[in-house]
Every structure is written in C-alpha cells, then in structure tokens.
T-cell receptor
Framework: KAGVTQTPRYLIKTRGQQVTLSCSPI?????VSWYQQTPGQGLQFLFE???????NKGNFPGRFSGRQFSNSRSEMNVSTLELGDSALYLC????????????FGPGTRLTVL | DQQVKQNSPSLSVQEGRISILNCDYT??????FLWYKKYPAEGPTFLIS?????DKNEDGRFTVFLNKSAKHLSLHIVPSQPGDSAVYFC?????????????FGKGTKLSVKP
C-alpha cells in the first residue's frame, strides 16, 4: 500500500501571501490530521477531518483552515502568512476518527520570508 | 503549558548498549501513549504504544514501560543499533470523547555510535 503523500514537499512564500498544502491518505483511511512541527514548539495538532467534516481543532488562529474531499484527500490553507508560520507541516491518516495510531506523510517544509 | 515532556533533548549511546528514552506527562486523563521515530526529511513513524491498563509492552528490541503513579513512561531499546539514530517523540492521547489528537513531546535525538 502506498503511504501518506504530501505535496508540495518544499514551499517558499512571502509574508501576507496564502498557501495551500495537499495530503493524500493511505488508501482506505478515512481520517486525516494535520500537525505543525517547529523547533521551539515541537509537534502541535492543527485539526482532524473525517467524512469531509472537521472533527477536532487545535489551538491555532483562524488563518489556518482545511477541508477534506469525498475521496478523503485533504488540503490545509494558511492565509496572511507570517514569519512564524515557517515550519514542517505534517499530515497523518488513520482508518477511523480519533484513532491513536496514525501514519504520517513526509511533510511539507514551508518557509515564509 | 506542556502536557508531555521529554526533558532530554539528546542522548548518545554506544552500539549494543541499552538506550533509555524518558517521557513525563501531566494530564492524568491520558490513557494511551505512543512512541514515534523520525528520521530527517521524513514524517514520524509509529514505533510502539501502551495502554494505561498495562505497565509494559514489548516489540522486539523495543519495550515501553508505563508508571502511572509517577506519570512517567520510558522507551528501552536493546541492543541499540546505529540505524536507531533518529529523533524519538513520545505522544499521549485522551481516549474517547472528542479528543483524538496526539499530544507530542518535543523529542529526544538519539545517536547510536558504532
């Protein structure tokens, strides 16, 4: 089975721009979660989607949003980028909602200049 | 405030010896714990987990111990191999309800020297 894929792998944006990241879960997995990894804060939960609905949300501002499509693929969007948004964004999939064992993609490295 | 803490940012061990990675947590509602391993430029990969009803879980060279009264868990790798060199993240989850997200520690970088 193919693993979780994320595109693009690397992205450079400037402050004020917006960005959309994409995640394709493992085939058959219906839940997709997004995490932000920074050196200072470690891995932090952004949100979880299941059946095209956001089911859980972490403590991030409204500039961070996402959606899930009927084929379970997910996108996350960050608007009005700030320097502090530079991070590795990881997507993880699991079979069902709120499952503990999640499978991570390689991440998208976002740099905001 | 951090709910999951890995107080050692790095650990260096000789090949063949035991590696012990520690993790402390503050939320007594956590009832499932996981360890993930992360190589550079890759996403974390699941290693081993333990439910709060157990105090030990083994999988090959990897053993996780849970001490609920101390709110402490540890990952033992025996024997350590150079390929184990990676960043190890401890994660916890509050089972049930609406909580499904993993709360991660900041990681411990393990270096296994040949």
């Amino acid at each position: 089975k193919a693993g979780v894929t994320q595109t693009p792998r690397y992205l450079i944006k400037t402050r004020g721009q917006q960005v959309t990241l994409s995640c394709s879960p493992i085939s058959g997995h219906r839940s997709v979660s997004w995490y932000q990894q920074t050196p200072g804060q470690g891995l932090q939960f952004l949100f979880e989607y299941f059946s095209e609905t956001q089911r859980n949300k972490g403590n991030f501002p409204g500039r961070f949003s996402g959606r899930q499509f009927s084929n379970s693929r997910s996108e996350m969007n960050v608007s009005t980028l700030e320097l502090g948004d530079s991070a590795l964004y990881l997507c993880a999939s699991s079979l069902e909602l709120a499952q503990n064992e999640q499978f991570f993609g390689p991440g998208t490295r976002l740099t905001v200049l | 405030d951090q709910q999951v803490k890995q107080n050692s940012p790095s650990l260096s061990v000789q090949e063949g010896r035991i590696s012990i990675l520690n993790c402390d947590y503050t939320n007594s509602m956590f009832d499932y714990f996981l360890w993930y391993k992360k190589y550079p430029a890759e996403g974390p990969t699941f290693l081993i987990s333990i439910s709060s009803i157990k105090d030990k879980n083994e999988d090959g060279r990897f053993t996780v111990f849970l001490n609920k009264s101390a709110k402490h868990l540890s990952l033992h790798i025996v024997p350590s191999q150079p390929g184990d060199s990676a960043v190890y993240f401890c994660a916890a989850v509050e089972y049930g309800g609406s909580q499904g997200n993993l709360i991660f520690g900041k990681g411990t970088k393990l270096s296994v020297k040949p």
